[in-house]
């Protein structure tokens, strides 16, 4: 099985990439299967059905909204957020969706797309049944699919095993072919290659390096624009709970006191990048999965660490970090999982952290043995984090998670610097035991909204 770096980091739009960017590829696939087998002109109406943690939180998540953009045949990747809105207050003013943008159907948002608050499907907690009829009651198709965290979309098709983390394999051979840590460690001792130029290599099997290089750097620049665009825009988050964004009036006075030389500032600035990201991320705004929408803020956030308070940064340091960041991601996504409906928040937040701790270590000079100390401490770190969202939506404590955590990565990446990278915990057994934790956590604390601090807080 090989990922690709795109594979773990994708543009799209808030607020999560298992609720929003899963269903409207899922919707964009299936009306598009019914174009391709001919029933699209046939088909009277449609009806989707979301199960377990989608049904839970689907529509503080955006899902219901996700659903009609992916039947309209919008991607997550082309998706404009600023057209949203009346997208679909047209659908809910006439009472029609085009499928795919040409063939009209009669459409209720809340009667064709049915939320099961207290049902589970059969392989996943993010699972959605389409089912398109004929204007005489006729089934034309049915499908099942399940969003399984960062954006990643699988049909009945496509499940391979009940017990086995979900993964679609591809058969595409790399050159250096690795499936846990210390597979990794053994190629980087084998070749004296680093962990960003293994990445790099296996790339090769899709993708030129000009390729990769341009569109790593594209994915940077969509992470720079939604820093500038969150550190910039006040007000208060939709969804209800009257969050107030915090990431324009902290760059504001950030700014007014930097000339008093604090040097805990560069903290300050990397918290302030991510909730910059995170309150765009919830506002429904374009953000790059990275490797969930839940936890978009972390990557970002040291990023932008690495570019302003680096001596020397440069942008095939950019490239670099986020090659061997999804080294790490694609090691957690293939043995454990990302998604927070189904290991809890660890594999969101805890994910993004290890990664961005990676890719720190990377861009400043550590060794393949370093990288993967820092990846671990990443992740042992938040180890059975939950994911208790306050009123289903990706706002409280979601937007200070992050964070915390990009602080906490960089913690991670100076901790494995000053090291050998010899360490007692690998990150293969944090990974096992993220899986094993996840397994064992309750589903109330796995993206249900019906425990922690979803419980607690009173939503008003």
């Known amino acids: 099985m090989a990922l690709s770096v795109f594979d773990l980091f994708k543009i799209g739009i808030g607020p ?23 029933a699209l002109e046939y088909t009277h109406s449609v009806v989707v059905e979301l199960f377990g943690s989608l ?5 503080g998540h955006g899902s219901v909204g996700a659903l009609a953009l992916g039947l309209l045949g919008e991607r997550p990747d082309q998706v404009d957020p600023t057209r949203t809105p009346s997208v679909l207050r047209e659908i809910d003013g006439t009472g029609v969706l085009r499928l795919l943008g040409q063939h009209p159907i009669a459409f209720d948002l809340d009667d064709n797309i049915i939320l099961h608050r207290n049902r589970r499907a059969r392989f996943h907690a993010n699972a959605m049944k389409f089912v398109a009829y004929g204007r005489t009651g006729a089934t034309l198709s049915q499908r099942m699919f399940y969003s399984v965290g960062g954006g990643f979309v699988i049909d009945d098709d496509q499940v391979h095993s009940e017990n086995h983390p979900v993964v679609v394999p591809d ?3 790399v050159t250096y072919p690795f499936h846990s840590g210390d597979e990794l460690l053994v190629v980087t001792a084998e070749t004296g290659l680093r962990i960003s130029d293994v990445m790099l290599a296996n790339e090769r099997a899709w993708h030129t390096d000009l390729f990769v290089h341009e569109q790593l750097l594209k994915i940077w620049s969509v992470m720079q624009e939604c820093v500038r665009v969150g550190s910039s825009t006040h ?3 939709p969804g209800g709970l009257n969050v107030q964004r915090r990431a324009a009036s902290m760059a504001t006075k950030l700014a007014a006191t930097a ?10 600035y990397v918290s302030l990048y991510a909730l910059a990201v995170n309150e765009q991320n919830a506002a429904g705004g374009r953000v790059v999965t990275a490797p969930t929408n839940g936890a978009a803020g972390i990557v970002p956030a040291v990023l ?5 308070f680096v001596p020397a940064a440069d942008d095939d340091g950019v490239v670099r970090f986020l090659l061997a960041a999804a080294a790490v991601g694609s090691i957690i996504k293939e043995n454990a999982s ?30 393949p043995e370093q990288v993967e100390n820092a990846a671990e401490i990443g992740i042992e770190h938040n180890l059975g984090l939950t994911c208790d969202p306050v009123g289903g939506l990706v706002q409280i404590p979601c937007i200070e998670r992050n964070a915390l955590a990009a602080v906490k990565a960089i913690t991670a990446a100076r901790i494995a610097l000053r090291g050998d990278g010899q360490h007692r915990v690998s990150l293969d057994k944090a990974v096992k035991t993220m899986r094993e934790t996840g397994a064992d956590m309750k589903d109330k604390y796995k993206e249900t909204a019906r425990g922690g601090l979803a419980l607690n807080v009173i939503e008003c």
């Open 259 to 268: 000339a008093e030389g604090d040097p805990l500032a560069a903290m300050d």
């Open 16 to 38: 999560s990439s298992s609720h929003t960017v899963g269903p409207i590829i899922a919707a964009n696939r299936f009306v598009r299967g019914l174009a391709d087998a001919g």
């Open 55 to 59: 049904g839970a939180t689907g529509k």
């Open 338 to 367: 990302i998604s927070g409906a189904e290991v809890g928040c660890q594999g969101e937040v805890g994910s993004a952290c290890a990664m961005a701790a990676a890719g720190l270590t990377e861009v400043l000079g550590g060794t």
């Open 304 to 308: 932008h660490y690495y570019r302003n």
């Open 171 to 173: 058969p595409t051979p």
């Open 235 to 237: 007000g208060v988050l």
